[in-house]
């Protein structure tokens, strides 16, 4: 999926902000190989908006999608505290 990168960079801000929808959410998984992906910013903006809908699956989806072998540890404290307060600890172990 071609996608412009300051429609990806409007999106993903949307999501970190936590105004974005899941159409949103749906163009980043789509377009995750897209070579103007910012996949670490991806993968944050996605784990923000799992936690604020507290979505679990979409969580899961975007430390697979990307962070795949790499694991999480790409994301600040912060970000992996915020998943252990809305998910819950034994919730984010690898399945």
Not at 1 to 30: C, F, H, Q, W, Y
Not at 66 to 89: M, N, P, V, Y
């Amino acid at each position: 999926m071609s996608v412009t990168p300051d429609r990806l960079k409007a999106v993903l801000g949307r999501l970190e902000s936590g105004t974005g929808n899941r159409e949103d959410i749906d163009l980043v998984l789509a377009a995750s190989q897209s070579p103007n992906m910012d996949r670490l910013l991806a993968l944050r903006a996605l784990c923000s908006a799992s936690c604020s809908a507290r979505d679990l699956g979409l969580w899961r989806s975007a430390v697979t999608t990307f962070a795949g072998d790499e694991s999480i540890t790409k994301l600040e404290t912060e970000r992996i505290l915020q998943a252990i307060i809305a998910f819950g600890h034994s919730a984010l172990q690898p399945q």
